[in-house]
């Protein structure tokens, strides 16, 4: 099997612009491939958001809070990563752990 060659920085917003252009299959095979390449490199947690942002618009709500579980893994700190959780939680009715992610994600970034 021969290695796979590194991605370049790009590809985590090429895949955001496929989303964005109603190519979800394309930015979930981006994303994929990033992972692949580098499961813990700095771009993973982006990746792990996007996949599960691209699962919640497809209406694939425990897709979604397993990739966005993994980002946040990967990114304690990323605010974003959290919201993105409770959104999803929200969807999935789980309104006490939704506002537990929102109000985690108010600590990290407060307005």
Same mark, same amino acid.
């Given at each position: 099997?021969?290695?796979?060659?590194?991605?370049?920085?790009?590809? !985590?917003? #090429?895949?955001?612009?496929?989303? %964005? $252009?109603?190519?979800p /299959?394309?930015?979930?095979?981006?994303?994929?491939?990033? =992972?692949?390449?580098?499961?813990?490199?700095?771009?993973?947690?982006?990746a792990?958001?996007?996949?599960?942002?691209?699962?919640?618009?497809?209406?694939?709500?425990e897709?979604?809070? !397993?990739? #966005?579980?993994?980002?946040?893994? %990967? $990114?304690?700190?990323? /605010?974003?990563?959290?919201?993105?959780?409770?959104?999803? =939680?929200?969807?999935?009715?789980?309104?006490?752990?939704?506002?537990?992610?929102?109000?985690?994600?108010?600590?990290?970034?407060?307005?």
């Amino acid at each position: 099997m021969t290695a796979t060659p590194p991605l370049p920085i790009p590809t !985590l917003r #090429l895949a955001a612009h496929h989303l %964005l $252009e109603n190519r979800p /299959a394309e930015a979930e095979r981006l994303c994929r491939a990033l =992972l692949e390449a580098a499961p813990l490199g700095p771009q993973a947690a982006g990746a792990w958001h996007l996949l599960g942002t691209i699962a919640q618009t497809v209406g694939k709500h425990e897709a979604a809070l !397993l990739c #966005l579980s993994q980002a946040v893994g %990967l $990114e304690p700190l990323g /605010a974003h990563h959290r919201i993105g959780l409770a959104e999803t =939680l929200r969807a999935l009715g789980r309104p006490d752990e939704a506002a537990a992610a929102f109000r985690c994600a108010a600590l990290l970034e407060p307005p």
